[in-house]
């Protein structure tokens, strides 16, 4: 399968969301196709999830990056939100645990399967924040290592029905070796000649396909460009 390219659309106002999907209009139709929308929280929390659904409704696919986190019950509402909202794929916290996680699996499936709705979203898995050092996972998980936690969630996750996993370019090829079947999604990705920025560990979208990734996403090297259009041509010729 090819790599898709996700766009982290990171911007704190909804205008300003608004003048960079405008100049988007100039890619080819089947370019915008190939793009997925990265909406977090912040641009989330600014615009409200009925922008969200004027994206959908207006042809996008929407990757919901809101990275739920809390008891089953509440996560299973949220899940269903996600899918009746039409989102293509959304997060969720691996460290939620087993339950937590079959329990989304169960009710996204029934829901396909009663007609709630047609397109059932990928649920993905966030292991181990790549913000958090050794020491201070230690003093949160009780002296596990990060190593050890990714090792142990990623498989929780594959075991309690997730769809797919987000990880760093360096982990992705590891990651399709052990657990084939999981649909990997990939920041950390540069193209080259590119800031990092405050990405520790890159890679360009060409390595990052080679390696094994389903979905990439790219932020500020698209969002913050000159010609965004430009660098996402370039970066889908890649791909
Ligand atoms: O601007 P940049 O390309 O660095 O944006 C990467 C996107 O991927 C951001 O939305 C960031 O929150 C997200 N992300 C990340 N590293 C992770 C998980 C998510 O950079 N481990």
Redesign the pocket.
Known sequence: MKTELAV?L?FPTREQAEDFLARLKNLSAADQKRVVL?V?LELFLATGADWVRSLIANGYRVFL?LKFHDIPNTVVGAALQAGRMGADFFTLHLSGGGPMMQKVKAALDQAVSEKEFAKRPRVLG?SV???FSEKDFAAVYSGKGVSDAVRDWVSLGQASGVDGI?C?PHEVAQVKSQFPSLFTVV????PSGSDA???ARVMTPKDASKAGADLI?????I?QAKDPVAVIQSILGEL
Do not use: E, F, H, Y
């Open positions: 982290a990171d990265k977090g990056d966030v924040l790549t913000s987000v760093s920041p950390g990705i540069r920025g405050d990405q996403v790219v932020g500020r090297p969002t």
